[in-house]
């Protein structure tokens, strides 16, 4: 009997999910044997062309990791979507966006303009020159993938079947999904969340809480917290009342706050406004001014409250028609 065909692919991200997979230490051999594996570029020889010429819904489960940065990126989601009977948003760049989906604060010009004209470090002769997507050479034409003006989720350019958050998702938590799939039994219904729990991160965080009322805000290195308090409650901004819960509250238990990147609980639609929402109940002030002054103690509310979720929340941008 054959084996059931695996892909792996890597778009605009770290590179942190490709090191999660192999986070499943000697399970990664069970996946081996159980599995055909059909495409993973950053581990093996495959090219674009081998997947081309499959045939469609040739591909068991594919497994794709990464925003939708640029066409590259775009072109492989719809051709591994053509290919694959199942295909998952792995990791927080396609569940949500995350990291490179902050770029959308701001522009592709912009963008551009700081990379190679206005940053410290480039050295610019003539003016600074912006990479072209066509460049004719001696041997023929070069082509390079085009850099989008908005960072997507995998879901907003192609249709996902399933969701595996976290960044990266965590070994377990993948060899749970895995586990699963291998055991025979009936896929969850489509559109699911795979190796995640349904409740928040401040439901497995050890830490007492207390829920008391914060006049002063403070930045991971400006204080030494208590092991054992709630985080919020020293004034430290944990988003574990606005995540969901699946990690085992690692970062916490390590005397680190929760940064959100297992994405919102369900049922909340964003991530962000649940933080503050959240936020809004331990303030200690009635007054408008004071409470102002307090918030403003939170650096960069954006980038905290939104590091994961930017490309997924309502502040998302409004594509052009």
């Known amino acids: 009997m054959a084996k059931p065909k695996l892909a792996l692919y890597w778009a605009s991200s770290c590179g942190g999910c490709e090191i999660a997979v192999l ?14 594996i059909v495409f993973w570029p950053v581990a093996m ?11 469609d819904k040739s591909i068991d489960l594919c497994l794709f990791n990464g925003a939708i940065r640029n066409s590259e990126n775009a072109e492989l989601a719809h051709l591994l979507r053509a290919k694959s009977k199942a295909l998952v948003a792995f990791g927080s760049c396609a569940h949500e966006g ?22 410290p470090s480039t050295v610019s002769l003539n003016g600074g ?22 960072v997507k989720s995998l879901d907003q350019v192609i249709d996902v079947d399933y969701y595996v958050p976290g960044c990266p998702p965590q070994p377990f938590q993948i060899w749970n999904v895995i ?23 401040c439901d497995e965080c050890p830490r007492e809480r207390k829920e008391k009322k914060i006049k002063k805000f403070f930045r ?53 406004a649940k933080m503050v929402s959240a936020l ?14 307090i918030l403003n103690q939170i650096a960069d509310p954006l980038g905290t409250f939104y590091r994961f979720s930017m490309a997924h929340s309502i502040l998302k941008r409004v594509d052009k028609i």
């Open 220 to 272: 991971p290195y400006e204080i030494l917290p208590d092991p054992n308090e709630c985080l919020l409650d020293q004034g430290i901004i944990c988003m574990g009342p606005a995540t969901r819960s699946g990690c085992g509250a690692l970062c916490t238990k390590a005397n680190m706050p929760c940064r959100g990147c297992y994405g919102a609980p369900p049922n909340v639609v964003d991530q962000g």
């Open 98 to 119: 995350c990291i490179p989906a902050l770029a959308n604060l701001t522009t592709k010009d912009a963008i551009l303009k700081w990379v190679y004209k206005d940053s």
């Open 179 to 201: 586990e699963y799939i291998l055991s025979g039994k009936p896929l969850p219904p489509k559109g699911s969340v795979l190796g995640a729990d349904d409740k928040t991160c």
């Open 280 to 293: 809004s109940s331990v303030v200690d002030s009635q007054d408008p001014n004071e409470i102002d002054e």
């Open 45 to 55: 020889d495959f090219k674009y062309d081998d997947v081309r010429k499959m045939e």
């Open 129 to 150: 020159v912006y990479p072209q997507t066509h460049t004719k050479m001696p041997e023929g034409e070069i082509e390079i993938p085009e850099m989008w003006g908005t």
């Open 23 to 36: 986070d499943i230490q000697e399970k990664i051999l069970d996946v081996a044997n159980a599995f055909d």
